[in-house]
């Protein structure tokens, strides 16, 4: 084939990076006195220099070319289309690796292949101050070699190198004067980008002021370090156009620069196409960051797990950095992590879908949404002292304003952002759904919208600090949650003040209903919402919620009408004492569980009492479905005959076997199931029992934690340690450490075996129909330091322990928050 020979600038642009930034670099500046023809976005393959050479008519004065060469021959079918007759190649680095030979050298000689096929006495630019392209062959070049650079002397040298508001200044001498440059985008990379602009458009005899125009028309390509700033003071970096360790490095240094003062997060992609270099190139990626001081490092993919090994090995702490097999995981991760004044530069190569992340961001932090007021219709001022106030990544919400209640204002570049097709936005709240017409309004700020507060005849939004989030053309305003509670807490509300001490983590509308309150046929529910500004609860009227954490034993029916409703976001349920003969029946069954049960069976008479303790030399008798230690008994085997206890300590020495059988018809609760449990001696050396107590939930990561455990020490000889018969409660690491005798290293041993057993216990209660999302298990632990799980506890004690002692309150810190946790990520949040 023959290529096209054009006596008009044909300019090929190729390298490992910023071949499509200095193509715009060129033709912001040529564009201003020529016509030009360009491919467009990242359509650099050979069959798109085909489509510009069949394109091209007289009318053109220049062609600008970039061309991808990441695979071997490219160079050679780009140039049978068309031939160069300017060449720049930006870099030699590590894009495209493996398919290009495994090392820079052979890389470089596939690049070189634009020299030997573009016009032989041409002009080519190099970057002097890459150390690479000095591997590039230009034996056979005749033409004239322009070199570019920053450090080195160089033809075209930038000096004077700034930061500044919306970009980056610098100077260049042409023509023997100083001209002072400046360029609408970041990075010292993009200083090298700008410099090939230069050196071109100043070799076809533009002069300085239309090459200084042309710089600052640049438009920064798409996914090419796009900076957004967010509506809580943060800056979100989207480089994810592709990925290579040169480019990341640039990238990073990028968020060095730009992300002074904030907390700084990376989130990084795979980069592909690395071949032998892959390991390496991520790992050193890792080290690089570890530099860098960088506040948490987020990876995702196959390749970007060796990110994270790489900052290890040079030191950066392993709590910082997390890998992730699923985008959603860190999705979650990454919400949980921006604070107000962040800046995430996010990155990857284009196979990863990065953009993904981006959106995800975008979505919940680019637009500031506000309600109409009535008396104010857009009082920019008052809203924006609001945001300061709040200092909230979202909106506050203000006063309703009728004839506004079916629309949503946002002026037409929001909408651009939005990118939404219809002419209405479906907004969300809780299970209530309201369709709202767009209405323009230019006179607010882009990503300022405004959304009524009244939705329906019932529902109005409480003026709370909300969070928010886009899917295509639908807004979802929440969390919104509910918790279903027994009267006394309704009667008196503020004794769930402490389950709101970490509020400003959840946001959004908490309220407390009791079941009356629930209203089938308008989809409502009435009760207490909490106010973050009185620290106090406001009675209000609200739609269905989104999720529901559940405290009292629910009716069935009404369980079933909120499940068709709310879907399988409603857990702890069902509510209330476990049967510890069904849990026993079950968790025997599994082999690991069933290492840490002790003996159980069912209670029918005497005799299967007598055959439990012919095994064992005494036994508990437990209701299966009491709680509160109400009717358990104690019975021993002593010298010619057994001795039996109650829970008040009364005992009885029984002589026979008739006289045994008299006693449990006395005395076991009629009509009640009883199982005979073997008993696992906890006794210190003071004769009082030790039981554990571990506190096991679920966050926003959807997984089980552990939150806390604690030790009931019994009073005296007492046979259980419930809150009338105990001596104290302490701290379960103290216990194991005083009673035990455990150092630190296996007292965290120990938490973490008894955390992972009663997580698998949970998963098994969950597999066989409990909807959980908080819980604990109550353990014995034997004199060989081994565990026993005797009962899970969906329906323990928690608030009414702030009325109790201090070895009682300790733990609620820990465990009363995290439930709204779960209950926000269940609700879409």
């Known amino acids: 084939m023959n290529p096209l020979i054009l006596d008009i600038p044909v300019i090929a642009v190729t390298g490992s990076n910023g071949k499509t930034t200095t193509r715009e670099f060129i033709a912001a500046i040529l564009e201003q006195k020529w016509e030009i023809l360009k491919n467009t976005g990242n359509k650099n393959l050979p069959n798109n220099t085909q489509q510009i050479a069949e394109s091209y008519n007289p009318s053109v004065d220049a062609i600008v070319l970039e061309l991808g060469m990441g695979k071997q021959g490219a160079g050679e079918k780009h140039c049978s289309h068309v031939q160069p007759n300017i060449s720049i190649i930006t870099n030699v680095a590590t894009a495209h690796y493996g398919n290009l030979g495994n090392s820079i050298e052979s890389t470089a000689r596939f690049k070189s292949s634009l020299i030997k096929h573009m016009k032989p006495d041409g002009m080519l630019l190099i970057n002097n101050d890459d150390e690479n392209s000095k591997l590039l062959d230009t034996s056979t070049f005749k033409g004239r070699i322009i070199t570019v650079g920053t450090d080195k002397q160089s033809d075209y040298n930038a000096k004077d190198i700034k930061y500044v508001k919306g970009g980056m200044k610098f100077t260049v001498t042409l023509d023997d004067q100083q001209l002072a440059l400046f360029i609408p985008t970041f990075g010292l990379h993009n200083i090298h980008n700008a410099l090939f602009a230069v050196a071109v458009s100043h070799e076809m005899g533009f002069t300085p002021s239309e090459i200084r125009e042309g710089l600052a028309k640049f438009q ?25 360790p040169q480019s990341v490095k640039a990238a990073i240094d990028v968020q060095e620069k730009l992300g002074k003062g904030k907390k700084k997060i990376v989130v990084l992609g795979s980069m592909l196409e690395l071949g032998d270099h892959t390991e390496e190139g991520h790992k050193e990626i890792g080290a690089y960051l570890t530099h860098k001081q960088v506040d948490a490092i987020f990876t995702y993919g196959k390749g970007a797990k060796w990110i994270k090994e790489g900052a290890i090995d040079a030191g950066y702490d392993p709590n910082k950095v997390i890998h992730f097999k699923h985008r959603s995981d860190m999705h979650r991760e990454l919400k949980n992590s921006i604070e107000d004044s962040s800046s995430i530069l996010v990155k990857g190569s284009s196979a990863m879908n990065m953009i993904k992340t981006v959106k995800y961001i975008k979505d919940r932090y680019f637009y500031s949404i506000k309600v109409s007021n009535k008396d104010k219709k857009f009082s920019l001022m008052s809203l924006d002292k609001t945001v300061k106030y709040l200092k909230d990544r979202f909106f506050y919400l203000i006063k309703h304003s009728n004839k506004d209640e079916n629309l949503i204002y946002l002026n037409s570049q929001t909408l651009q ?16 759904t309201k369709k709202l017409k767009i209405s323009i309004n230019n006179k607010l700020k882009t990503g300022e919208i405004i959304v009524p507060q009244r939705l329906s005849e019932h529902i109005t939004i409480p003026p709370l600090p909300y969070e928010y989030y886009f899917m295509n053309n639908q807004l979802f305003l929440g969390p919104v949650i509910g918790m279903v509670v027994y009267q006394r807490y309704m009667n008196d509300p503020n004794q769930q003040l402490l389950r709101f001490a970490n509020y400003s983590k959840i946001k959004g509308l908490i309220f407390l209903f009791s079941p009356d309150l629930l209203n089938k046929q308008n989809k409502t529910i009435s009760g207490y919402y909490y106010d973050p500004k009185t620290k106090s609860f406001i009675w209000g009227t609200f739609p269905l919620p989104c999720a529901i954490f559940n405290r009292i034993p629910l009716r069935k029916s009404r369980y079933k009408f909120l499940k068709k409703h709310l879907g399988d976001t409603i857990f702890n349920y069902p509510y209330g004492n476990s049967n510890k003969l069904e849990f026993w029946n079950i968790m025997s069954k599994q082999a690991v569980i069933r290492n840490h049960l002790p003996r159980t069976k069912e209670y029918k008479n005497v005799n299967s009492l007598l055959k439990s303790l012919k095994s064992c030399d005494s036994v508990y008798l437990k209701p299966a479905t009491m709680a509160g230690g109400n009717g358990i008994f104690h019975v021993k085997k002593i010298n010619k005959g057994y001795l039996w206890s109650d829970i008040l300590g009364k005992q009885i020495e029984i002589k026979s076997k008739d006289a045994l059988a008299q006693t449990l018809k006395d005395n076991l609760v009629k009509n009640k199931t009883y199982i005979v449990q073997k008993e696992i001696p906890t006794f210190n050396e003071k004769q009082n029992k030790i039981d554990f107590r571990i506190y096991l939930q679920k966050d926003y990561t959807k997984n089980w934690r552990f939150s806390g455990i604690e030790t009931k020490v019994g009073q005296k000889n007492s046979i259980i340690a419930n809150s009338k018969n105990r001596k104290s409660i302490i701290p379960g690491e103290q216990a194991l450490k005083k009673f035990y005798g455990l150092n630190e290293d296996e007292t965290k041993q120990k938490i973490e075996e008894m955390t992972q057993v009663c997580i698998r216990t949970l998963k098994v209660m969950e597999k066989t129909g409990s909807k959980l999302g908080d819980a604990c298990l109550d353990l014995v632990m034997d004199k060989n330091r081994k565990f026993w799980i005797l009962e899970p506890q969906i329906n323990y004690a928690a608030e009414i322990k702030s009325a109790r002692d201090e070895g009682e309150r300790r733990v609620l810190p820990l465990i009363l928050p995290t439930p709204f946790e779960y209950a926000k990520v269940l609700s879409g949040f």
Do not use: C
Request: no cysteine; net charge neutral.
């Open 220 to 244: 920064v390509p798409i996914k090419r370090l796009n900076i957004m700033e967010l509506s809580n003071q943060s800056l979100l970096i989207d480089d994810t156009v592709n990925a290579n």
């Open 417 to 432: 952002h939005l990118d939404i097709k219809t002419a209405y936005i479906k907004l969300h709240f809780g299970q209530l």
